[in-house]
């Protein structure tokens, strides 16, 4: 890549033989190239299964978040051992029941802010990283522009009611297994 660290190095899913993968990232972090690490989509027993062999705990891990859809059961082991959630989805992937939920229009409107940037604030506010995708240079811009307001704990509380625990990409136990299961071609030959 022609660097010599990256900010944050992670694993997208728990696949193959993934436990070799993390100690990989742990010595990239011992070595000083990678400033972070993290893991995406280690939900339920695979962040357990992880939790008792890492021998660094990661920074970051990335999943889907957003008001519908909070991650609490997960936030309770992350909030244990400080780990930061990145959100992806986080504006429901262009879903726009989640964006026309009147609350956002409301606080949007008292704010001088976009649906959008109200989301992204509250993101921010719960302590996500946020990383909302947009190939419209405008929406790129606001999204960027989430700094200058903070919404108040009752309107926190107000959107947390919005959350329904459920997911946008929905996966099945089976799926997920077979994730997990994969092998890329280099370690099958
Ligand atoms: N780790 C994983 O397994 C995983 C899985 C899924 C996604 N991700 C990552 O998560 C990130 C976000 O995912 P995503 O793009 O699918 O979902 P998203 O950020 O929730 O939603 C993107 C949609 O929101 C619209 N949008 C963005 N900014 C807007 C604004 N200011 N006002 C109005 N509409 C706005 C976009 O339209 P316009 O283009 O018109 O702005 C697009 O339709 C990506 O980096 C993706 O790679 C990771």
């Known amino acids: 890549m022609g660097v010599d660290y990256v900010d944050l190095l992670y694993i997208h899913q ?20 990678a400033k972070n690490i993290g893991i995406s989509n280690f939900e339920g027993k695979y962040i ?7 021998e660094i ?7 889907e978040a957003h008001p519908y859809f909070t991650q609490q059961e997960l936030r309770r082991t992350l909030d244990e051992y400080g780990i930061r959630l990145m959100s992806w989805y986080p504006l429901g992937h262009g879903d726009t029941s989640l964006m026309n939920e009147p609350i956002f229009s409301e606080l949007g409107e008292k704010y001088g802010k976009t649906p959008a940037q ?9 302590g996500f990283v946020v990383i909302p995708g947009s190939k419209n240079v405008d929406h790129i811009r606001d999204n960027l522009d989430i700094l200058d307001f903070k919404l108040t704990g009752e309107e926190m509380s107000e959107i947390a009611k919005l959350d329904k625990n459920v997911r946008y990409y929905h996966r ?12 890329p071609e280099f370690e099958t030959e």
Request: glycine content about 6%; proline content about 4%.
């Open 57 to 63: 705990v990661p920074q970051f891990i990335q999943v």
């Open 172 to 183: 099945t136990d089976e799926q997920l297994d077979e994730f997990a299961a994969w092998k």
């Open 48 to 54: 357990e299964e992880l939790q008792n062999r890492w």
């Open 118 to 126: 109200v989301i992204l604030r509250w993101h921010t506010q719960m």
């Open 14 to 33: 728990p696949a193959g033989n993934w436990m070799a993968g993390y100690r990989l990232l742990e010595k990239a972090y011992r070595d000083g190239k």
